[in-house]
């Protein structure tokens, strides 16, 4: 699937780097094996790991993730079409401790934001408020200017199709990764690095994955509303659906609130993990500040795809794809507005998104038939390979 990052590795080759995201969308991570291991709650109980027969394909999967792939943990929620809930886990919570992975617990979503972002707009656009393809010079006048693009030119919908031609700030901003972790980025600023760059390619004329098209959306419908894009996001979504794991970190909250598993971070396979549970998230802000759980992942692209969110014109809307050229070797390589479509190997395509964040990545989908699947691992993929196993258990989630 087009797995949307949120974040590059500074200290990784340029020219590599821009490889394997071309490919991919994925960053890299360093590897650390850790055992396999499981977790229950109560409330919530996982899928039980077992040595052997009979271990659930989306359990092996997990376990092989861990074992394999060296991530640290695992973690995945299933919505079957029947209504049935199923949760796993793998690896551990905690590196120091070895705690269990919490079951569904938090983790930031990052990327996943967008498809919140892009169902705000759409829902603004529904009470005409917003028009998709207006130039986003009417709300946000003369902001965007320069060699990056011109906004008389570019219009909501490129925005939120990733079809603008603006470049993405991520290169500028993780130049200095220690400083990316702590500070808290207003979004001009994010902005403002973008535009110092040259534009990907005219308005409308290709396709090009960027941040800045979904902060730039965030800050037009703060314009339009008068209010934070975060509490739109949660008055109209979050509370909305009753997601009680998901929500907008305030400015400044480093950590994640909540059961949750740790993230970790190694700039080369040779380095030791380092826990970068805690860092500041307003990098992402309107593309990706969002903190939430595999199992609201879930309901919350249910509820979206059910018609809970938008009217039927709306969505309709946003299901209107068009080629991503890059992402096509892990995915169906389609991207509409905020949504993009999930190849499976069952024959057939599921509606999905992805994030990246540092110490996190997540992959998620649900298919027309009503099934839904996410899968998270506690840090970001090491090669191209682990990459594409991560994609590989989200598609054993949804097809075995």
Known sequence: MPAFTEHHRPSTPLKTLTALTALSGLA????????????????????????????????????????KDGFPGALATVHESDGDVRYYTAGVGDLKTRSEVPVDGRVRIASNTKMYTATVVLQLVGEGRIELDAPIERYLPKLVRGKAGDGRKITVRQLLQHTSGLPDYDEALFADFDLFLRKYWKPREMVDLALKRKALFEPGKGWGYSNTNYVLAGMVVEKVTGRPVGR?????????????????????????????????????????????????????????????????????????????????????????????????????????????????????????????????????????????????????????????????????????
């Not at 998230?281 to 509820?303: E, H, T, V, Y």
């Not at 009217?311 to 992402?327: D, I, R, Y």
Request: hydrophobic share 40%; glycine share 12%; net charge positive.
């Open 28 to 67: 890299l991570a360093g590897v650390l094996t850790a055992p396999a291991a499981t977790a229950a709650t109560p409330a919530r109980t996982a899928t039980a790991t077992a040595a052997a027969a009979g271990v659930p394909p989306l359990q092996k999967a997990l376990n092989d993730l861990v074992k």
């Open 232 to 400: 739109e996001i949660t008055d109209r979504i979050i509370k909305r659906l009753g997601l009680r794991d998901t929500y907008w970190p305030k400015a400044r909250d480093r950590g994640i609130r909540g059961p949750h598993p740790h993230g970790y971070f190694a700039a080369k396979p040779s380095e030791p993990w380092v826990d970068v549970t805690r860092f500041d998230p307003s990098s992402g802000w309107a593309a990706g500040q969002l903190i939430g759980s595999p199992g609201d992942l879930n309901r919350f692209l249910l509820a979206l795809l059910d018609g809970e969110l938008l009217e039927p014109a709306q969505l309709a809307e946003m299901k209107k794809t068009v080629a991503a050229p890059g992402s096509d070797t892990v995915g169906g390589g389609r991207y509409g507005l905020g949504l993009a479509t999930f190849k499976l190997s069952c024959g057939g395509f599921a509606w999905t998104h992805g994030g990246n964040a540092p110490g996190y990545t997540t992959r998620n989908a649900v298919t027309k038939d009503g099934r839904a699947a996410a899968v998270a691992v506690t840090a970001l993929p090491v090669t191209l390979k682990s990459a594409k196993n991560v994609e590989k258990a989200l598609d054993t989630a949804l097809c075995k």
